[in-house]
């Protein structure tokens, strides 16, 4: 089991960046794919981005893409997103997901339900 603590959410202005971490508890977090989703008032929960293992695939939704970057530091247990160029519409609450991958060739899902670890959210507005 793994434990997830987000952190580094808060108020930006439009065009501006923030980076986002999700810190992992146990020994096994290089066996998990990684993902961040988002959650807007009103809305559905939708994917942002996710990792594999080692790091080596990402994968990102189209609003997103050439804006955000996933990393993680598989020492440190830790996932971050970088998040440029905020717009108000990325305004949401961030939560990090963990799937542990037992097969090796597991591909990286954008499927909510396939992460079965979810940490509690951070806010991110981007308002001016």
């Known amino acids: 089991q793994v434990q997830l603590v987000e952190s580094g959410g808060g108020l930006v202005l439009p065009g501006g960046s923030l980076r986002l971490s999700c810190a992992a508890s146990g020994r096994t977090f290089g066996r998990y794919n990684m993902a961040w989703f988002r959650q807007a008032p009103g809305k559905e929960r939708e994917f942002v981005a996710a990792?594999?293992?080692?790091?080596?695939?990402?994968r990102y939704a189209d609003s997103v893409k050439d804006r955000f970057i996933i990393s993680r530091d598989n020492g440190k247990n830790t996932v971050y997103l970088q998040m440029n160029n905020l717009k108000p519409e990325d305004t949401a609450v961030y939560s990090c997901a963990a799937s542990l991958v037992v097969l090796r060739d597991t591909p990286v899902s954008i499927g909510p339900n396939t992460y079965e670890y979810w940490g509690q959210g951070t806010q991110v507005t981007v308002s001016s």
């Open positions: 990792t594999s293992r080692s790091g080596g695939v990402t």
